[in-house]
């Protein structure tokens, strides 16, 4: 995976493996107690710092080396606009959102449909930490550690058929809930898509939590999707609804300005945002006399997903 | 009294106006640093950006109340702060500039430029700041008398630098136009405002000479 490629990160930004072995050692004793709750989560107590523990391994092959960005600034700062759009509004407007009970739907091209349990998808699958860029479309980026599971093997269990080209997923719709939906600043609810041999990448992730806890609301508990190799907005929080279509789907961002935001929405530096550069960006956390980081093709995975895209014109399929 | 007025203007008035509107600008240099607990986000250079530039345009159109107000409560402290605050307009716009140009771009020129020849809204943002340079250096007493009813006209290019602001705001959004609206929609009031007085003015002088005939 990632080796991180040639761009050199300086060494002080790598975490100290003492820190992250505490960490885990931290996380470990809390493990015993955890497991009962694991899977089953609590519904409540999505406090920030007391997000229920989960238990998971840590996917080094997966994970890039660069130090994670601070629980504060992942959940303090991001865009959700179900909740506003500001981003600071997610943390100050999703605490009472209600995670649990939840259930998500299945239907469409696959032989196994129904509305199941959240505690019924995410059973079978072992949880893994994967420390992912993410490289938001607005020119910022942060390093997060996610935990989640391969979208891959849930989708599997869902038996698509060959008619299956696309999986289309939908965020929650609860105008009570969610503020934001209330504003006709996006078209709700949210939908997001992708063709089926990205679904099946083993680097996209069904994520469910966040530095070893529960997701935060402000993150996209309870179901939330991490396509680290495209743009933030691919990674749609809160999924109730998932769906397989043999036509590409209409995504809301591309609805809502298909000039700015394609379908594919590949981190590509060499591909301009019409009102700006994505050659360079932003990253969080570190002094405001900071340089600005070259983008990279893929956000940094080119490795592993530019076989996806061959013989595509990324220029044309943005 | 009115010369304790103006004294009262001169020394107490215009310097409670000066340090409050100073007060962003103090914050934001706080917050950069993390200074007296004062945090700007997990994105500092965003939230100094963003917010140089929204003080610039509440100052610009607080600068265009000055005159509405003057005329209806006629009370001349308003067109005496009309220029303190008209270049406090302008030091938030040359902030917002210094914040994109040292660090939101890190001093690189070349990309700097190539913003501004490719994307509209910085084109029209550049050039609103370029056109507030002779305001800015014309704004002192003895300009004022120097250029005499050129300097009236050349001032009223605040007109449309307000109009270019906005509109740099409005395209540099992403999606939530709603901010930009609102000052949209205050600019429209206080420029409606001119259109209307200087309707007013023009029939007035239509009207007046037909007056003293009849009399």
Redesign the interface.
Known sequence: MPKPSSHSIASSEITPEHKFLSRRALLAGGMGLAVGQTLGFQGRAWGQDNGAPLTFTRNAEYSVTEAP?SF??IS??NNY?EFG?D??DPSEHAQKFRPRPWSVTVDGECEVKGTFDLEDILKPHPLQERIYRMRCV?A?SMVVPWVGFPLGDLIKRFKPTANAKFVKFFTLLDLKQMPGENTS??DWPYTEGLRMDEAMHPLTLMTVGLYGKVLPNQNGAPLRLIVPWKYGFKGIKAINHIKFVEAMPLTTWAK??PDEYGFYANVNPAV?H????Q??E?H??GS?????RPTLPFNGYATEVASLYSGMNLKKFF | MTATRSTATRFVIKPLVFIACLGPAIHLGLGAFGLWGISLGADPVHTMLHSCGNWALKFLLITLCMTPLRDMTHMLIWQRLRRMLGLFAFFYVILHFTVYIVLDQSGHLNAVWQDIVKRPYITIGMLALILLIPLAVTSTAAMQRRLGRRWTRLHSLIYPIAVLGVWHYWWGVKKDIREPLVFACVLTVLLGYRLYRRYRRYQASVHLPRVATQG
Do not use: M
Request: no cysteine; glycine share 4%.
């Open positions: 960005n504060k600034d303090t700062y606009y759009t981003k600071s607005e910022w600043v996006l809502s300005a301009d019409p009102r700006w550069s050659a360079t932003r969080i956390g405001i006399f900071d340089q600005r």
